[in-house]
T-cell receptor, first 115, second 116 residues
Framework: NAGVMQNPRHLVRRRGQEARLRCSPM?????VYWYRQLPEEGLKFMVYLQKENIIDESGMPKERFSAEFPKEGPSILRIQQVVRGDSAAYFC?????????????FGPGTRLLVL | AQSVTQLDSQVPVFEEAPVELRCNYS??????LFWYVQYPNQGLQLLLK??????LVESINGFEAEFNKSQTSFHLRKPSVHISDTAEYFCAVILQRGGSNYKLTFGKGTLLTVNP
């Protein structure tokens, strides 16, 4: 499967716990994007990363949320001290190198439920 | 700031009927336009896109969309739908602006339900 992979597909956390969402981009893609889909809403941009660099995090909440894309391994979206309002589907997308960021391929998403 | 409006949250149709899903956008600069489809509990799949050139774009499964600059619209159409087309459809734009031509802005989606 050469597509974007995300795990886990479903994640249940209690309030105050940490959530870690992982994303492996398509083979050959070096750009990763995270989007959040709240119930009955469209997807909203959170953050754009390249290997070892955060390019744009303008859509990330200022507190509790962080993202990284290390030199080796998947991109990680980390949510500390989760609250019920964090319950959503989190989608990762990837694109090839510079000049082709507009065509993004999405993973199946991680559905986070905070109890 | 740009925005995307999908006028219909739900569109029920019968199998083999034509369908149009409407999408309008607002932006002060030129945009790239996209339609994505999301089947239940799955991720988004790119259905078709307009980057430049011909204003009519087609997908491999019979959908088409036409970019109308004067009306700032990018409506999605299919002349005859199948039950398997039942899904949520999202319209999205990216601003053609140097340095940020990657941030997709999505509409709220239209749930297309095809009934037998």
């Amino acid at each position: 499967n050469a597509g974007v992979m995300q795990n886990p597909r479903h994640l249940v956390r209690r309030r105050g716990q940490e959530a870690r969402l992982r994303c492996s981009p398509m083979k050959g893609h070096s750009h990763v994007y995270w989007y959040r889909q709240l119930p009955e809403e469209g997807l909203k941009f959170m953050v754009y990363l390249q290997k070892e660099n955060i390019i744009d995090e303008s859509g990330m909440p200022k507190e509790r949320f962080s993202a990284e894309f290390p030199k080796e391994g998947p991109s990680i979206l980390r949510i500390q001290q989760v609250v019920r309002g964090d319950s959503a589907a989190y989608f990762c997308a990837s694109s090839p190198g510079a000049g082709r960021q507009e065509t993004q391929y999405f993973g199946p998403g991680t559905r986070l439920l905070v109890l | 700031a740009q925005s995307v409006t999908q006028l219909d949250s739900q569109v029920p149709v019968f199998e083999e009927a034509p369908v149009e899903l409407r999408c309008n956008y607002s932006s002060s600069v030129s945009v790239y336009l996209f339609w994505y489809v999301q089947y239940p509990n799955q991720g988004l799949q790119l259905l078709l896109k307009y980057l430049s050139g011909s204003t009519l774009v087609e997908s491999i499964n019979g959908f088409e969309a036409e970019f109308n600059k004067s009306q700032t619209s990018f409506h999605l159409r299919k002349p005859s739908v199948h039950i398997s087309d039942t899904a949520e459809y999202f319209c999205a734009v990216i601003l053609q602006r140097g340095g940020s031509n990657y941030k997709l802005t999505f509409g709220k989606g239209t749930l297309l339900t095809v009934n037998p």
